[in-house]
């Protein structure tokens, strides 16, 4: 079976610090990692897509990683804000496949 | 541009009960994608319909099912409702290899 793990499970940070967020995947033969925000009950905002073929993407404040070899891929947030306060998600598919699979997610407190 | 919608937001059922959940996919986009995602867990992959054709199912039993329209919207239908499907329902639509969500049903089955 095929598995993600994100740690830490919970992070809670002070206002304007930067972070990094950790998930890592089982499957080698990824075809691509997304990054999604999620706010409480609510669905899901897609954040960062990162080919296989690709090391990193950036978008704003925030960059992601893909190391397939190693099986891992970080997000980095820069000057951290209260409203980036939510639970991001990783996922990934498969080669040949549009199935997503989902770690537990990472859930973020930025305190002001 | 109109993003994905889900209809309804939230819905109460019993045990036994039978409900059908909607979704709009994003302008364009052929394929559609539900997912279930119970509390703390990450969403789980339900089944996948491209072009109105099945195109891949996760590990859920024949009581989920669903359908795709030639406008590409879909309905996930669950029959028999169990208390362990209690869960948001995620819809996302594609039409290459970024996934992109709607908000969601919330479903509670008591």
């Known amino acids: 079976k095929q598995e993600v793990t994100q740690i830490p499970a919970a992070l809670s940070v002070p206002e304007g610090e930067n972070l990094v967020l950790n998930c890592s995947f089982t499957?080698?033969?990824?075809?691509?990692l997304q990054w999604f925000r999620q706010d409480p009950g609510k669905g899901l905002t897609s954040l960062l897509l990162?080919?296989?073929?690709?090391r990193e993407q950036t978008s704003g404040r925030l960059n992601a990683s893909l190391d397939k070899s190693s099986g891992r891929s970080t997000l980095y947030i820069a000057a951290s804000q209260p409203g980036d306060s939510a639970t991001y998600l990783c996922?990934?598919?498969?080669?040949?496949?549009?199935?997503?699979?989902f770690g537990k997610g990472t859930k973020l407190s930025v305190i002001p | 541009e109109t993003g994905v919608t889900q209809s309804p937001t939230h819905l109460i059922k019993t045990r036994g009960q039978q409900v059908t959940l909607r979704c709009s996919s994003q302008?364009?986009?052929?394929?559609v994608s539900w997912y279930q995602q119970a509390l703390g867990q990450g969403p789980q992959f339900i089944f996948q319909?491209?072009?109105?054709?099945?195109?891949g199912r996760g590990n859920f039993p024949p009581r989920f099912s669903g359908l795709q329209f030639p406008n590409y919207s879909s309905e996930l239908n669950v029959n028999a409702l169990e208390l362990d499907d209690s869960a948001l329902y995620l819809c996302?639509?594609?039409?290459?290899?970024?996934?992109?969500f709607g908000p969601g049903t919330r479903l509670t089955v008591l």
């Open positions: 996302a639509s594609s039409l290459s290899t970024e996934q992109f």
């Open positions: 302008s364009g986009h052929n394929t």
């Open positions: 499957d080698s033969a990824i075809y691509n």
């Open positions: 990162i080919q296989s073929s690709q």
């Open positions: 319909y491209y072009r109105e054709e099945e195109n």
């Open positions: 996922a990934y598919s498969g080669a040949g496949s549009y199935q997503l699979t």
